[in-house]
């Protein structure tokens, strides 16, 4: 097993760039940008390719130096990196000396703004060694941040020699400027095709460490360093990659943003201590933090994933969320984690996963139960002792009706961390199944988009690891919804009318055929949907656009 990470290493502030140029005229379409060797001495990444880049110096919040900063405020920069006030303009300082210190490009631009002409930024690589800020005084220099587009944010995980706390921008290559490694830090320097060098690192020829392969794979859509350039500038959110370990029956594992995992990681384990698991076990209780608790059932399956999740929430008094199945063995490992201090029963709704061992876990506790009845056709055993209303507060979670899956259902927001407990509302890996007539689609999508007004901040989903970024994750889903109701109405143009079951192939092709006959449930909340809204009319012969909006 590996060695667990050195939690108080912090990493260090460092600032890298990605010059960009069109290559040359038959060398291949697309922008080019300019790499470097590191040499194999390195304590860092020792022998890797990689952007111009290092640590932010002191003098780089120098104010003398920040006062020649030119195209971008503090505030600006501030808000658009996210840290603290005073702290973002020397990240742009720092880009633009290491550009010059390491790969021999000059970026700044004078007093009035223009770039250097070819042969004067030549004659000034004598002052490649000397002190940024006194170079830039002495030539009255000035650090064109307005030309710099902020573009990715990595953060070294832990356990390595060394950690950086990177942020990544692009700029354009001044004209003339070929640009050299510094025979020092860095031993090669090229200019190469994005993708030229991902295929190359295939090959094993070159090694790329995973921020460098992600930033080349963004900028190998680009037909031309300009349009690369202008996206990178446009962006609004930049997402923060912090990779982390965690320990499963697998060992020691590192985990990165893409994962399912990772969110969860890191809010079970903001230390960075790497002890944190990474498995869902059924029945072993996993202390997602102070307040609560998750624990899983042995039900896992096509539609419950790892199986469904039960969270003990409190300390001195215990709220649980979802008891779960009807299964004893589930009901014990309750009981235990709730070790006597079980006060409260919350149900998010009424399918058969999550709301029948409510009457069980009362009578061994006592606790009261609540939630909304059940429809007819769901958990009959269902009976609560207090009907919760839309905003109501029980134990410091207060519910929220979110109808759609299920007319009845309801999400809890424990108010003091911000996590929101979304039942089936919203799941970790997979999209939620609606189906009529108690499901309904059209309740389902209000539903999402009256969440973004919520101030969440994690997910705990009734399957599966927790969820980060939570507004962004809502408006996938909206925008996931909305786009397979647009495959309905082209199914619907080219080859209505038809009835429900020749639709499913054609608007769930991307689809596993198995996953069919649920796909054929949404489809029909789709089709419910459209209906409703006077777009889609149901006849003998199936399902059929209607003629307005044909035309529309």
Known sequence: MAALPDAKQRPRPAATIVLLRDAAPGSGAGPEVLMLQRTQNAAFLGGAWVFPGGSLDAADADPAVLARVTGRTEEEAGAKMQVAAGL????????????????????????????????????????????????????????????????????????????????????????????????????HSMWVRPQDALDRAEKGEIELVTATQTTLRELARFDDARKAFEHAAALVDIDENRACWAQGSQGTKLFRRTDPQYFEIHWSDPEETGTSSYEIVPGVPKRLDRLVTRLTAPNPGAMTGSGTNTYLVGEAEITVIDPGPDLDSHLVKILEAGAGRIRRILCTHTHLDHSPAAAKLKAATGAQVFGRPAPAGQDATFQPDVVLEHGQRVAGLRAIHTPGHASNHLCYLLEETRMLFTGDHVMQGSTVVINPPDGDMRAYLKSLEALLAEDVVIIAPGHGFLIGMPHRELRRLIAHRLSREAKVRRALERHGPAPLEALVPLVYDDVASRMHRWAARSLSAHLGKLVAEGEVVEGLDGFALVESSKEA
Do not use: K
């Open 88 to 187: 973002a303009l020397p990240y742009y300082v720092a880009a633009v000396r290491e550009c010059f210190e390491e790969a021999g490009i000059l970026l700044a631009t004078t007093a009035q703004g223009g770039h250097l002409a070819p042969d004067r930024a030549a004659a000034l690589m004598r002052f490649r060694d000397a002190p940024f800020n006194v170079f830039l005084a002495t030539e009255d220099l000035y650090v064109p941040a307005g030309d710099l587009a902020y573009f990715g944010h990595w953060i070294t995980a832990p356990g390595r020699a060394r950690r950086f706390d990177t942020r990544f921008f692009v700029a354009l290559a001044p004209a003339g400027q070929e640009g050299s490694h510094d025979q020092n830090e860095t031993v």
